[in-house]
C-alpha cells in the first residue's frame, strides 16, 4: 500500500515567508509526528497528534511554528516568518496504534521536505 | 547531558566482520527501544525494536537490552556493504506506564562496511 507523504519534497523560501508543509500519513494510521533533522543529527522531536487531537507539542521551537490535524487524517505544519536556523529536513511519521505494544510495529516515516530559507 | 546517546562513529569495519552499536538513555523509566537505519539522503527505517532485558535476534541482528545500566546496543553479525548507513538509537515516551510513540532520537552512528 502507499506509504507517507509529503510535499513539497523541497522549498526554497526567503526570510520572513511563511511556509506550509504537508504530511499525508497511511490510511488508517491513527498517531502521526513532526520531526525535524539537522544534517548529521538524528530526528528531534516537533509534535505530534492522535486523531484529531495534537496531544504534545513540546517540541516546536517557538510560536511561530504551528500544525494542525482537522479531520485526523492529513496534517500540515506552519512556519511563520521563516528565518534562516529554520532550514532542515522536516519528517512526517504515522503510527497505527496510540500505545506502543510489544511486538507491533511503531513508525514509518515519510521522504521528509527540505526547507531551505534564504 | 543528552536524553539519549550513540558511541561516537563514524565506524568501519570490514566485510563479514561483528559491527557492535551502542546507546545510552538517562530516562530510568523508558521501556520502548529501537534501532532505524538510515541511508543516505533517505528516511529512517526500523530495524529492531526491543523492550525486555536480554537479547532479541533477527537474522544478522541483535538487539541487547540492559535497563538496570540504561544501555541498549546492535550487533549487526557477517557485516555486508549494503549495511553501510547511518543507525539511529530511538528510546519511546513512557509515562504512567505506558509507551507512546512519541521517540527521542540519538545523534547517530555512521557505519562504513568495506570489502
Known amino acids: 500500500g502507499a506509504g507517507v507523504s509529503q510535499s513539497p519534497r523541497y522549498k526554497v523560501t526567503k526570510r520572513g515567508q511563511d511556509v506550509a508543509l504537508r504530511c499525508d500519513p497511511i490510511s488508517g494510521h491513527v498517531s502521526l509526528y513532526w520531526y525535524r533533522q539537522a544534517l548529521g543529527q538524528g530526528p528531534e522531536f516537533l509534535t505530534y497528534?492522535?486523531?484529531?487531537?495534537?496531544?504534545?507539542k513540546s517540541g516546536l521551537p517557538n510560536d511561530r511554528f504551528s500544525a494542525e490535524r482537522p479531520e485526523g487524517s492529513i496534517s500540515t505544519l506552519t512556519i511563520q516568518r521563516t528565518e534562516q536556523r529554520d532550514s532542515a529536513m522536516y519528517r512526517c511519521?504515522?503510527?497505527?496504534?496510540?500505545?506502543?505494544?510489544?511486538?507491533?510495529?511503531?513508525?514509518?516515516f515519510g521522504p521528509g521536505t527540505r526547507l531551505t530559507v534564504l | 547531558q543528552k536524553e539519549v546517546e550513540q558511541n561516537s562513529g563514524p565506524l568501519s569495519v570490514p566485510e563479514g566482520a561483528i559491527a557492535s552499536l551502542n546507546c545510552t538513555y538517562s530516562?530510568?523509566?523508558?521501556?520502548?527501544f529501537f534501532w532505524y537505519r538510515q541511508y543516505s539522503g533517505k528516511s529512517p527505517e526500523l530495524i529492531m525494536s526491543i523492550y525486555s532485558n536480554g537479547d532479541k535476534e533477527d537474522g544478522r541482528f541483535t538487539a541487547q537490552l540492559n535497563k538496570a545500566s540504561q544501555y541498549v546496543s546492535l550487533l549487526i553479525r557477517d557485516s555486508q556493504p549494503s549495511d553501510s548507513a547511518t543507525y539511529l538509537c530511538a528510546v519511546g515516551t513512557t509515562a504512567g506506564g505506558t509507551s507512546y510513540g512519541k521517540l527521542t532520537f540519538g545523534q547517530g552512528t555512521i557505519l562504513t562496511v568495506h570489502p
Open positions: 497528534f492522535n486523531y484529531e487531537a495534537q496531544q504534545d
Open positions: 511519521a504515522s503510527s497505527p496504534f496510540v500505545i506502543v505494544l510489544a511486538g507491533t510495529d511503531t513508525q514509518y
Open positions: 530516562d530510568r523509566g523508558s521501556q520502548s
